[in-house]
């Protein structure tokens, strides 16, 4: 292990999420991987015997035998990605980071934490100022809890970002068709989708709506105010496998037109890109021309998954503009954007 | 034959939607199926042997042996149902209805014609009084043409109608996904829509924008009024057999609340419900309170599919109100909607 | 309730099987439902509240207020169709036919006892001469246990009875490709089988080797002797929602041909065709002819769900003849069976 | 390019075959894609513009430009591979190799000529000896025509020949369960397929029974004698994107068990292997233990596609031993063994 690497753990291990972050950190040139946490089930088991494997590349080798640990401080490294269920989530990140264990999660429970951030690096990377905040307020010594939004709030999320800075966005109408593997294993039963749509995901357009504004929003004097924009949300889950899909409408500020908004979008960098992070796709959104794009069979691999693809913009009669945003909900909306995260805090000095 | 039956032609008999007529009408108590016309490579077959039949109930016995004649005049019948390709749709209704014929289309042709009537009979009965116009603008002497909507318009407009009665509607945000069975027989491929969504549907936005003012319009002085409300459409394909679902927003002139917009839904009849009409569903509009309704595959054959499902209705943050719609496209979206247009077109006297 | 009716009782009324049998019996001229009964979780509440109800039929109004019960005998009726989960199936129906109820039971546990009929009418109706012998070994009065098999032996027993009995069967393989609904509700996760075969279905190959030669099996001087077929099976679940599809290749004892096998399966008939059962189908086995048939959606639902489909018959060359056969699991291979051998077994007199 | 690279022109460039051919061989160490060939409607037009793209990956940016020529000799290289439609192949491909082209060819029309190899390298690759008598008799001086065989066949061969090579084969029972993308483009209907399974494949039964026989039969004499085995298959399309499950019994010479056959397919190794071509798996056939397996969208993958995987390997009750099978139908079952045929050949000098 060289001396530039940081000791990663990873809470809630064996569960879909924490697979992922397995999965993604393999070979990860700054993080490795040295604990592994799950329930009093898994505890004391190698991880190759607590979990049941269900990603499609086999367990990292790195990873196979190490013992899995219950979700207690204590642990063997200085960072913890958190897939925890949000039943549990709250009190133990908490306890992590009174323990001085950054902690980078993927769970709701401090999202909406006035001194937490909810951070996707191309889109409000400022925000983890706040942290400076949540130690003093909490009486934190390095410690720290960092979140990334819901699935589907973050491609959204990153689609209007460029849009709110260059013209203003006052609402937004979106309607989703969501990916099965949002919902975690075994999830959604294969009789209820088969030959159907369900026309709702429990708490998601909440989330949406609620989310957003705060990654829209401005940090400012150590707080963050959030976007006043309104957002109105309609969650459907779809017979597809990875990739949400989201047609959008939005009313601006300033006038735009087609060329306009695809520019804006296509020229979109963000911190990760200009710090040429380890996660960060070269282009975060990629603007499709062709009339049928994005799919999500064809478009949600772009860049490994971290980039989201833009498609269909055209004028909206009701608002202003519209547009269809596709993102892999479990790596860009998931695991992928919580490690974009923790290489970002790091490069801001938070893992120090 | 009762002297009280009136003898019915289909153009396009062998297509997609040739066949549901062709179904749909077995045993309908009004009209009688007694002549089938298709283009030159079936015309003098029996109609068992041109068709590929493809639904799921056989062949009515009553049509297989019926030879299958040129789409010309001269069929002995008075009113011709028409499943017709928009390639060839038009002049051919038009040569129909000069020859006396009532013609009564689910083609796009002449829709939008100033003296066509596009009716849906719970939305818009009044409208085939512009009949007469065209009758005296064109010279037909007892013919007409009259048109229902595309699929994805009238599930939309039903829904649409009871609420701008009672409380008027500015504008409509609209995103569709649309079951597989609209696109016709071979349409999509499987390997398109597998693990996928489509985010594309030629002319189907512009359709929906477009007809749904036409529909929600009035007719007064002889002329249909296009109504001044703004739609916006998005329209996407997904992988389900049968049953367009739609997610609406909807900004009121009045305002209301989740109770009022739900009775007035739930209490809507037009005239085919008071009339008893045989295609006529009991409620043309099922108000269903479940947070996870409609489905497509639990509520598409509601009243035969007649009838379309709403559900989910609930305050709109953008607009005013949202809320999901459902109708079987190829029955209540296309022939179904037809027969009860000619069954609508009788009571009025258009068939005398 | 007229006097020659059947008070009948359901057995885990809330599971899935349970809840075809009260669609199936909605209607029955025979048999009224009069009890439910199920876990303690469900006992005292009506079954509309206790049920989650996953068919597209609505719960039948007449079972809509009976309060659930628990499985202990007591209950008012004098039959009970058993649809218990075979984790506690066993004891509880053995409880019930030592407390004079007629058990009718889709559950496993009993099947292979070898005083239990395993019947299917079209194939061992004389099966059921057994019972006399089970009531003297288990000294049962009135009451007594009949089973029916597994649903992917049913098709495959009604196909092979005719040939067995015309032209003598040394041996059969069996491919199956099983539909979603076989493994109840939740089931098979959607992850799992999106674009996607599992080639494994716990138990399942061993149950159609040994139910089916039990079938086959002849009931002799008071005993059921199995058959001496030697049957393989290789069982698969497909993305389908219901309906079995099944390749079968079967070695003979006496010559045949295509047309000879055709005809042995197409004049097939059994004692329910001849007493004109109620849910007897008038063709228990529909011989297709065309090249694709029979497919799970089209051919599924013939005569009610209650007939098989067998098409593709052809010469094999490793055995001798093989062919394609399809049934729907949850009605002929489930609920739809035992309600037959009920039927069978009030004519034969074991319900008086 | 190096003087050790070999031009190469493939036919029927625009087609599915032919887009994975272009796909596969970019960057290929050996084969350099110098010409592409199509129908009327194509040639003069760059690819890029000539092809309706189909793949996940992007148009090879070094065959952007090439613009399309016909299906002549005269094309810029030394060796074809051919994905052309079989209604057309026959002629075409004998033309060019009069022409003094290699032709590696995917297509049906001379995979059964006596003196044409059907080649699997891993399974016969000294078959490729007849060429030397098909020069001869065909009076071709550097040309020849080489096949591989139907996508079904390659994954069954595969399996099958170490079997046979330690414990002989007598007969062969196979049931198949094959992806979409076997059927091309737009190949089968969504219609036809959501919900379903199709129970035949046009030929493709015929084909197994044939090929399989080839491919196991012995060079000898300058002669190839087809295997005695006797080989019955049952052809199913199912709702699968990619890879192809095979169920197979077979009868043996020798006895064995299941590991005994497990060893046999693990240890199984080929020319390709010894020989390190470029496209050769480590590893053609991969056995897993797992209950569950092989399934397509998991092992489909497996060694980029080139890797068969077999699983559940059992006794067999009617034959001797069963298990499963999977292979890529578009990459091991197509155009990645023709490739390998081509490597095969360059490696025995028949490039020279």
């Known amino acids: 292990m060289s001396k530039n ?22 070979n990860h040139p700054w993080f490795r991987v040295t604990a592994l946490a799950a329930s009093e089930r898994s505890a004391g088991k190698p991880y190759s015997e607590a979990v049941t494997w269900r990603l499609d590349t086999p ?16 642990l063997d490294c200085d960072l ?12 133990i ?15 709701k429970n401090h999202r909406m934490d006035e001194d937490v951030p909810l951070l996707v690096p191309e889109v409000n990377a400022d925000h983890c100022g706040i942290i400076d905040r949540q130690r003093k307020r ?35 109408a979106v309607t989703t068709m969501q990916a099965l593997s949002g919902a975690g294993y075994p999830g959604v039963s294969s ?4 030959d159907n749509v369900l026309p709702y995901i429990g708490e998601e357009e909440e989330k949406m709506e609620r989310e957003t504004l705060k990654l829209l929003g401005r940090f400012h004097d150590g707080r963050i105010k959030n976007a006043r924009t309104v957002v109105s949300a309609q969650c459907n889950r779809v017979h597809v496998q990875d990739g949400h899909m989201e047609c959008v409408s939005v009313a601006l500020e300033n006038e735009t037109d087609v060329n306009g908004l695809a520019e804006a979008l296509r020229n979109h960098r963000g911190p990760p890109q200009e710090l040429g992070l380890p996660f960060a796709p070269r282009r975060p959104i ?14 949600r691999d772009a860049e490994n998954g971290m980039a989201v693809t833009v498609g269909r913009i055209r004028p909206c009669p009701v608002l202003d503009m519209k547009f269809v945003v596709l993102s892999h909900n479990t790596v860009r909306g998931a695991a992928g954007t919580a490690i974009l995260n923790a290489e970002l805090l790091r490069t801001r000095g938070f893992l120090d």
Chains 1, 2, 3, 4 share one sequence.
Request: net charge negative; glycine share 10%.
């Open 5 to 26: 690497e940081i000791k990663v753990g990873i809470l809630g291990a064996t569960g879909a999420v924490g697979q992922r972050f397995v999965q993604l950190l393999e």
């Open 80 to 91: 913890v990605f958190s897939g925890l269920d949000s039943a549990v989530a709250g009190p």
């Open 59 to 74: 367990i990292p080798a790195a990873v196979v035998e190490i013992p899995v640990s219950l979700c207690e401080p204590g």
């Open 138 to 172: 909490r009486g934190y010594g390095r410690g720290f809890i960092a979140t990334n939004p819901n699935c589907s709030t973050i491609g959204l999320a990153m689609a209007l970002k460029p849009i709110a800075d260059r013209f203003g966005i006052t609402r937004v």
């Open 286 to 299: 990629i603007v499709r021309d062709e009339p049928d794009r994005p799919q999500p069979r064809i478009d």
């Open 93 to 107: 990140e908490a306890a992590f980071a009174a323990a001085d264990y950054a902690v980078v999660s993927n769970s």
């Open 191 to 194: 009789l209820e989708i088969l």
